[in-house]
Every structure is written in structure tokens, then in C-alpha cells.
């Protein structure tokens, strides 16, 4: 048979419906459509304008609603808000194709686990849960950036009703965008995740807002330089997105944050106690753990 005649290899994903067509959202999107991964992409959202935007941008073919994306997509990506997982798999459910694989994006797992099985029921193997550990302080489809997920890392956490075959297929979806997939449980990514995600935005957040909120800001901000601006980046995210995170992950969000201030503790005593050697000791292991931690990541 002449090459012409063959039937052209179908994408990795024929059809994807983005669900919340942002920066992750986006990103993934246009990750696959760079990799020639995807075939025909559909975007749903509550802002009709961003929408548009995304459909400009050449992110998504065409705009779709919750019941258009459940019977024609083979992939739903929900990257909305974790407090939204429950109603718009409520809303998928009755027109989800047996065949349609279901994922999020949420930064936390086992509500999001608990809200997925209260919507889908019998369904549920239809949903394997994920989270890209990627992101930026910019919103929007403007954001949406191809190279967001390269050499970045992406959680699953699967379900015990989860097919293997399906599974396998995710991770072969992530691994198109360039990432490096990890599989653990929910309870354990939360509690990982606590640490090295949500408490630094709080603290960030935190701060941002005493100083934001301090009599002579102004002079301050005019002030700030390269540690200030570094530190208060991520402040900068989606309050909507953060409360959400913060909301569902409270338990190990709280608890992560008294370590934080038993640490804090612990310095504040040293300087104090004007104790030269004790901060110097606890400043010095601190920061040879940063750079360790950035020659392995490259960061």
C-alpha cells in the first residue's frame, strides 16, 4: 500500500476538553497541540471573554459546554478550582462516554478524591487524579505557556478502580507535555505538598499583607529589591485558587505551620538572646540545605 493510502497513526488524544483554560489548563493544551499530541481541543469555562481569548490564542478549536465536552472528548482535564471538582463532575456525569477519561489539576488530592466519588459513584474509575507540581503567578489563557511542564514534576494518584491501560495512558499524556511523572497517595501528596507549596504561599501571602498593609508602604515598596521581590512572587496567584488549596488542606496545612513557627521560635530566641553563634549555626544549615537542594534541581 502506498504511503498516501495508510491510514494516518490517530493522536495521543483526539479530543480534549480543557475545563478552565488558564495557565495550567492552557499549558497543557498547548503543550500537546506543540507535540502534534492532541488532536481536536475544546474549552470550557465560566468566562465566556477568556474563552474567546483562549480560542485567539489558538489554545482551543472551539468552545464547548460541560455536556458537549463529556460526550465528545476522550480526555477532560479539569483545571479549575479544587471547591469546583464535585459540581462539574456532577455536571459530566450524565452525558460522560464509557470510554472518556476523566483528570484534574488540583493542588491537593484527597478532597478532591472524596468529592470525585461522591459525583461519579459507580463511575469513578473513569477519574484518575492529578496534580503538575508547575506553575507562575500569572492567570489566564495569556499565560499559557507549552514549555510550562518540561522537566517539571506531575503527582498521580490513582484509584484502586483505575484500569491499568488507563493509568498508563495519562502518564503517557504527561510525558508528551515533557514531564516526569510520580505516582503516590493522596493523603501522602498532601501532606508533601503542604510543606513545600501551600505553607510557603501563606507565608508569603502573610507577609505581603503586612507590608502592604503597614503606614508607610509606600516607602517600603519603593525600597524592595531582589530578596523582597523573590519572596512575595507567588503571593501574587489567584486568591480564589489559594483559598480553595489552603480550605481543603487545612489540617496538614495547619500543622505544617506549627513547625513553621517552632522554627521561627528558635531563631527569634537566638537573636534575642543576641546569640551570635546559634544564629549563625541555624542560618549556616538552612542555607547549605538551599544550595543543595538547588544544585539537584538546577534552581
Known amino acids: 500500500m502506498s504511503q498516501a493510502g495508510r491510514a494516518a497513526t490517530p493522536p495521543l488524544v483526539p479530543v480534549l476538553a480543557v475545563v478552565g483554560v488558564g495557565l495550567i489548563g492552557g499549558s497543557f493544551a498547548a503543550a500537546l497541540r506543540e507535540r502534534g499530541a492532541v488532536g481536536r481541543i475544546l474549552g470550557v469555562g465560566r468566562q465566556r471573554g477568556s474563552l474567546m481569548q483562549a480560542l485567539k490564542l489558538g489554545l482551543i478549536d472551539e468552545i464547548a459546554t460541560l455536556e458537549q465536552a463529556a460526550s465528545q472528548a476522550d480526555l477532560i482535564m479539569l483545571s479549575a478550582p479544587v471547591g469546583a471538582t464535585q459540581s462539574l463532575l456532577e455536571g459530566l456525569l450524565p452525558f460522560l462516554r464509557a470510554d472518556t477519561l476523566v483528570t484534574d489539576a488540583g493542588s ?122 523573590d519572596f512575595t512572587r507567588i503571593s501574587a496567584g489567584s486568591a480564589e485558587v489559594w483559598r480553595d488549596i489552603f480550605l481543603s488542606n487545612r489540617a496538614a496545612v495547619l500543622s505544617e505551620l506549627k513547625e513553621v513557627k517552632d522554627a521561627l521560635l528558635r531563631a527569634e530566641q537566638a537573636l534575642e538572646d543576641a546569640d551570635g553563634p546559634a544564629l549563625e549555626k541555624f542560618l549556616e544549615r538552612a542555607a547549605t540545605a538551599r544550595r543543595l537542594w538547588g544544585s539537584r534541581s538546577g534552581m
Open 108 to 229: 491537593t488530592k484527597a478532597d478532591v478524591v472524596q468529592a470525585a466519588r461522591a459525583a461519579l459513584g459507580d463511575r469513578i474509575a473513569q477519574f484518575i487524579p492529578g496534580h503538575p507540581v508547575a506553575g507562575a503567578e500569572k492567570a489566564g489563557p495569556e499565560a499559557a505557556d507549552p514549555g510550562l511542564y518540561r522537566a517539571r514534576k506531575v503527582v498521580l494518584t490513582p484509584l484502586p478502580e483505575n484500569r491499568n491501560t488507563d493509568r498508563e495512558h495519562l502518564t503517557c499524556v504527561w510525558e508528551a507535555c515533557g514531564a516526569q511523572v510520580m505516582v503516590m497517595e493522596p493523603d501522602v501528596h498532601d501532606k508533601v505538598l503542604a510543606s513545600v507549596s501551600h505553607v510557603p504561599h501563606f507565608l508569603s501571602s502573610v507577609f505581603m499583607w503586612q507590608v502592604a498593609t503597614a503606614a508607610d508602604s509606600d516607602l517600603r515598596m519603593a525600597l524592595a529589591a531582589s530578596g523582597f521581590r
